[in-house]
């Protein structure tokens, strides 16, 4: 029988930038443990450093951080640009932070970031009384002029847990209440968050109401194991047959989407030891050995839960028994790249069966072996998708920028050899 991979993987991203933040207004000494050591997450950091957080730019996933606390709105006016590097969620939610100060800060990023869509942003941050200046029609550089703001009630158009954490951060900021209303919940770390530092939000079917807050409490928060990055694994052990423990990974329903797809598709997985992590519900997973894969359908509601985690769950279908069919995700266009285009015409280019629609992809999955070269457009999550392939027996798939994986998951070419030789 085959031994069973017992694995960890770094900290959550979206978990370590909310937490970074959080502790930078605070009052008094945050104390965080598990911050994910990721390009991304080190963007977040230089910014906050730029607006006279005392921070770390190097930091290990076992270090212990301590920050003390600028408190509500004591951040200080930047003297340098800040950059954002290739981060998305450093830009847009420190961007509610800048507008709710009495600062400017004008946001730079790397090529990809520079062209993702910012007004989104904008939109509602302008309403509450922030001031944007864009040097082209949208993206970076982007300048925030903060300030005195005012209550907001925003619909969002989009389900972007991006966009409702700069609103709640201005918000939170400024001292003025928000209310948020999207199509679907959007991932919810900000909220819980929040909560757990004891601010008034409230949270109802579709939408979250903050109201002024005084003083934000300093936050003593652990952060568990990314679930987007425990896909990679997962997927590369079910690909193999090899059963696998992913130990200590949060397991919020508005992140955990592909774990159901994945069972859709026919893989057995329990969650064990579920408990509550400052307020994040966290469990180990196991999975049980995979005989194969079917092709599934994905879409509506689900999507926000398993945004992140579409390229991947694309390249299983990729190996599945039939079509796999995703739909109603759009917003994939609007990501590190273009990850509809990136993901078709990267298994096009290593033999697999797929076609764009606007808004998702048709897979038509064959039991084949794959080889050819995948262009990664410097997105970690297209890199990590096809590396999974490409570690299969038979397959030959090779990336032009494997290092791009650093944006998520530093270490994450050791950690699939390892597990494949854990078997
Ligand atoms: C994130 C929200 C999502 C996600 C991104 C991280 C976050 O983006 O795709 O990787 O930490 O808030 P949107 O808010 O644009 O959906």
Redesign the pocket.
């Given at each position: 029988m085959t031994a069973v991979a017992q694995v960890t993987v770094p900290g959550d991203?979206?978990l370590s930038?909310?937490a970074l933040m959080f502790a930078a207004l605070g009052s008094g000494v945050s104390v965080l443990r598990g911050v994910l050591p990721s390009a991304d997450v080190r963007s977040t950091a230089v910014v906050l450093r730029a607006l006279g957080v005392d921070l770390p730019v190097q930091w290990a996933q076992t270090d212990e951080l301590r920050i003390i606390g600028m408190g509500r709105r004591g951040l200080r006016q930047p003297v340098v640009d800040l950059d954002c590097g290739n981060s998305?969620?450093t830009t847009?939610?420190v961007a509610g932070v800048v507008a709710g100060h009495h600062m400017r800060g004008t946001f730079v990023g790397d090529a990809s970031l520079s062209r993702r869509p910012m007004r989104r942003i904008a939109r509602p941050l302008t309403q509450m009384g922030a001031a944007f200046s864009f040097a082209a029609d949208d993206g970076l550089p982007m300048t925030v002029q903060g300030g005195e703001l005012r209550d907001i009630a925003w619909v969002s158009p989009?389900?972007?847990?991006?966009?409702?954490?700069a609103i709640l951060l201005a918000a939170l900021v400024a001292g003025v209440s928000a209310r948020v209303q999207e199509p679907t919940r959007?991932?919810d770390?900000?909220e819980r968050m929040l909560a757990a530092l004891g601010a008034p939000i409230t949270v109802t079917d579709d939408a979250v109401l903050l109201d002024p807050v005084g003083q934000l409490a300093p936050l003593m928060f652990e952060v568990p194991g990314d679930p987007?990055s425990a896909l990679f694994l997962i997927a590369s052990a079910v690909l193999r047959g090899q059963p696998i423990e992913v130990r200590n990974v949060g397991v919020n329903d508005t992140r955990s989407g592909a774990l159901a797809v994945l069972m859709r598709m026919g893989v057995a997985l329990t969650l064990v030891n579920a408990r509550d992590v400052g307020g994040e519900p966290v469990a180990d997973i196991h999975v049980a050995p995979c005989a194969g894969l079917r092709g599934v359908t994905i879409g509506g509601d689900e999507i926000?839960a398993l945004?992140?985690e579409i390229p991947m769950l694309a390249c299983l279908a990729a190996c599945a028994v039939g079509e796999t069919r995703i739909t109603d995700a759009a917003?994939l266009r609007?990501?590190e790249s273009d990850r509809i285009t990136a993901v078709v015409s990267n298994l096009r280019a290593i033999g697999a069966v797929a076609d764009e629609l606007p808004d998702g992809l048709v897979i038509d999955g064959r039991e084949s072996t794959l080889k050819g070269s995948v262009l990664t457009h410097a997105d970690h999550r297209i890199a990590m998708a096809f590396g999974v392939l490409g570690a299969m027996r038979g397959n030959e798939v090779t990336l032009d920028d494997p290092q791009c994986v650093d944006v998520s998951f530093p270490g994450f070419w050791q950690a699939l050899t390892e597990l494949e030789q854990a078997r």
């Open positions: 991203k979206s930038h909310r998305g969620t847009r939610l989009t389900a972007s847990a991006q966009v409702k954490s959007s991932r770390h900000t987007s926000p945004i992140d917003e609007v990501k």
